[in-house]
């Protein structure tokens, strides 16, 4: 079974077509895998949906993306 790819997808800070999202051949992520990720759960509760440790999870997130010198973002 294959998956339909998207008309669009998130490149460099915006929405591109698919045929237009290129990474360079020399690319370090390409080469070495290098990323920042931060997988975050969210659970049901009596109270509604519930982020587990959100704090920490954003604290780790930011911290990653400083390392590899990205563009901030907020940390609502």
Same mark, same amino acid.
């Given at each position: *079974? $294959? $998956? ?6 998130? =490149?460099?800070?915006? *929405?591109?077509?698919? @045929? ?16 920042? =990720? @931060? ?16 704090? @920490?999870? *954003? ?13 901030? =973002?907020?940390?609502?």
């Amino acid at each position: *079974m $294959t $998956t339909k790819k998207a008309d669009y997808i998130w =490149f460099n800070g915006e *929405m591109v077509r698919w @045929e237009d999202a290129k990474v360079h051949v020399m690319s370090h992520a390409l080469h070495y895998g290098t990323s920042v =990720f @931060e997988g975050i759960r969210c659970y049901d509760s009596h109270k509604g949906p519930v982020v587990f440790r959100h704090r @920490e999870h *954003m604290q780790r997130l930011h911290d990653s993306a400083k390392i590899y010198r990205l563009p901030g =973002f907020a940390e609502h």
